[in-house]
């Protein structure tokens, strides 16, 4: 890797970063967005880059310092952050983590067979999150001390509908309830949204918030978790109003979903009416591939293939990022990142090449 790797300093520009997500003309450089780097990435570059900031006698503020050194340092122009304390209780299973960034405790995962809730009893007995009992410490500290340069995306907390759907009753639970006990799908479902739709009306409250990022996988390698008709019944609605309410407060709805969602995908642009779809896998579609056919409609975010970045080489990033960027930066309505989140099982490294590559785009 090159030792000059990040040598190209990037001043945070938010408001540059948000016309860019609303196509409002080719950007003057490019514009970084990642879903989330694991923590163990964001350890490993604070240690890197000897970006740990003084000590504090305060753990959450030294916290939120520590966040914003890495954002800059990296190229963001936002931090992420929404509600706090917000429990899910969920079926999960461990594993052993064999990444190179090791994650102490091991990597957990759903249960895809039976979740917490599979009848009417347990949907009652369920501990359901109470959104006005929840944290906003981090948006609060962000209304105070976030640097002007920066704004927030607001994430976590809202948009979960298929995957908590999913996780509440777990996949091979669903797929069955779907045929016999519709109605409690249907309870769920609107459970989910009347909290969603609370959380929503808090972050807006904020005026750093500049955008939101509603985050719900909908899709598996070859279509929707379940089908495009029962997702049209259960999911979209939800997201609808969530992005009706982000865009009655001018802030863009952002939405991040695995999957193929080529059956859906003219419902989430022309009804859903998202801002922007993250979220990208080669063996799905490619970004530039995208670019064509919803460029015009929304913005493009990430697409780097994780894939791609675990085994590739230097060279082969750096031609990747610019024949991405050839193809997705006219016009606005693209962010670099990757296709999906900074996993601690990218090799370190090849991230910051693509971060760099990013900021040597002469346009």
Request: hydrophobic share 40%; with cysteine; glycine share 8%.
């Amino acid at each position: 890797m090159s030792t000059r790797v990040l040598d190209r300093p990037v001043a945070p520009d938010a408001e540059a970063f948000i016309r860019c997500i609303m196509r409002e003309g080719t950007p003057n450089r490019v514009h970084h967005i990642e879903l989330f780097l694991d923590p163990e990435v964001n350890d490993a570059v604070a240690r890197r880059f000897d970006l740990e900031p003084a000590s504090a006698s305060d753990p959450f503020d030294h916290a939120m310092r520590r966040y914003v050194a890495i954002q800059r340092f990296l190229g963001y122009d936002y931090v992420r952050c929404g509600v706090e304390d917000m429990a899910w209780p969920m079926n999960r299973d461990a594993t052993d983590d064999t990444a190179e960034l090791v994650r102490a405790g091991g990597r957990s995962y759903i249960n895809e067979h039976r979740g917490p809730i599979a009848n009417w009893d347990e949907f009652e007995r369920y501990p359901w999150p109470d959104p006005d009992r929840a944290r906003t410490r981090a948006l609060e500290w962000c209304e105070k001390y976030l640097p002007d340069d920066m704004c927030v995306v607001a994430g976590g907390g809202f948009g979960h509908i298929a995957e908590h759907l999913v996780w509440l009753m777990g996949y091979e639970t669903i797929c069955y309830a779907l045929y016999d006990q519709r109605d409690l799908v249907r309870a769920i479902s609107d459970r989910l949204v009347s909290i969603f739709i609370r959380v929503m009306e808090i972050v807006l409250q904020f005026p750093r918030v500049a955008a939101t990022w509603g985050s719900d996988d909908l899709g598996h390698k070859t279509g929707t978790l379940i089908s495009p008709a029962d997702t049209r019944e259960f999911m979209l609605p939800g997201h609808k109003q969530l992005a009706e309410m982000s865009h009655r407060a001018g802030r863009p709805y952002l939405l991040h979903s695995c999957g193929n969602l080529s059956a859906i995908m003219d419902d989430l642009v022309n009804d859903v009416r998202i801002d922007a779809k993250h979220s990208f896998e080669d063996t799905i579609e490619q970004v530039t591939d995208a670019k064509d056919t919803y460029g015009r409609s929304i913005a493009l975010l990430g697409g780097i293939d994780v894939d791609f970045l675990c085994t590739a080489d230097e060279e082969m990033i750096r031609k990747r990022v610019r024949t991405t960027l050839a193809k997705c930066m006219p016009g606005g309505g693209y962010c670099l990142g990757t296709g999906n989140s900074v996993a601690n099982y990218i090799p370190l490294d090849n991230y910051l090449t693509m971060l760099d590559e990013g900021r040597r785009w002469q346009g």
